[in-house]
């Protein structure tokens, strides 16, 4: 379910349930790109079900889902729209348009093309923990982490919101582990490493499915290479790279959690049990051996909004995104 991992602290003091959270979603539900409409995001049932609930709460864990919906349209046909356009205004009036005609023919030439193009949907798992106070986001992508935190943020009053950071930064961490050949505790260091200089050359070395507990490696180190990426494993039971960023992708369930299920297929419900119920613990060990959790841990409330003047709207009054 979750295949790369963007961790939030949520600050003390939000206080929310489920039905507050549906409402404050339903605000935004998800709708398909009209004719002329570039790109649409929102909300959808989490369980793919039709007019099914926008959150869903699962053994005490509450889990959303983002929807987007892109047209594409390649920018060489844009062009080439662009240039069909330009070409009959000179044949018409014997002159070339200025820059900024061309700005409005490629306006024009897009409004034409976007009922035509095809569209690309993606859609992005959010995990709210209230007892840990996380929100967790399933993407590698920091932009699209940003638009999500951004409308939970818009959405829920009293929502406040700082990406997790540690004592220890990963990097300094992944190249003392490197360095030492001392993983931490109930970790293991994998076969996939990135590391990359800080000089101007910008030098990169890669290794996949390489043993990495050789002096080659050691030696990169030392010469100021800093690694961006190294696969791990954590106690036989989930295995992730780990960036310079405090990311976590290519997150796998190994099959020591697998054959513990079974044949018994569960369904969404036990899907997301195992899932969070792993990670969960991950993310604990994982905070504990880069040395405990930094600035997000004390992140200040959200102040309360103050009450609206009789005449004067207030964000609830304007359902923001």
Known sequence: ????????????GWQSDLTTLEEALARVPFAECGATQERSA?????????????AESVAGQWVLRFMTEAKVLP?????????????????????????????ELKDEAKLDLLPMAFTKQGSTWVWIDREARTLVIDSGSQGRADEI??????????LS????????????????????QEPPAGFTVDRECELKSPMEDKAVVRYARHPLDIDEVRAHIETGKLPTRLAM?????????????????????LDTVLDAQGDDD??????????????????????????????????????????PQAGVATPEDDAPF
């Open 233 to 253: 494993t954590w106690d036989d039971r989930v295995s992730f790279v780990l960036t310079e960023g405090l990311q976590l992708k290519k997150v796998q369930l």
């Open 42 to 54: 929102g909300w959808v049932p989490p369980r793919g079900e039709a007019h099914g609930p926008l």
């Open 266 to 307: 569960g369904g969404f419900d036990a899907d997301v049990t195992i899932a969070t119920g792993e990670l969960s613990r991950l993310l604990v060990d994982l905070v504990q051996a880069l040395g405990g959790e930094g600035r997000s841990a004390g992140i200040p409330a959200a102040p309360a909004p103050a009450a």
């Open 149 to 158: 935190t951004t409308a939970l943020v818009e959405q829920l009053p009293g």
């Open 1 to 12: 379910m979750f295949k790369n991992i963007i961790v939030y602290r949520i600050a003390e």
């Open 161 to 180: 919101l700082a990406l997790l950071d540690t004592q220890t930064a990963p990097q300094a961490a992944m190249a003392h582990w490197l360095r030492e």
């Open 75 to 103: 920018g060489s046909v844009l062009a080439r729209k662009v240039r069909e356009k330009a070409e009959a205004i000179e044949r018409e009036t014997g002159r070339k348009p200025g820059k900024k005609e061309s700005n």
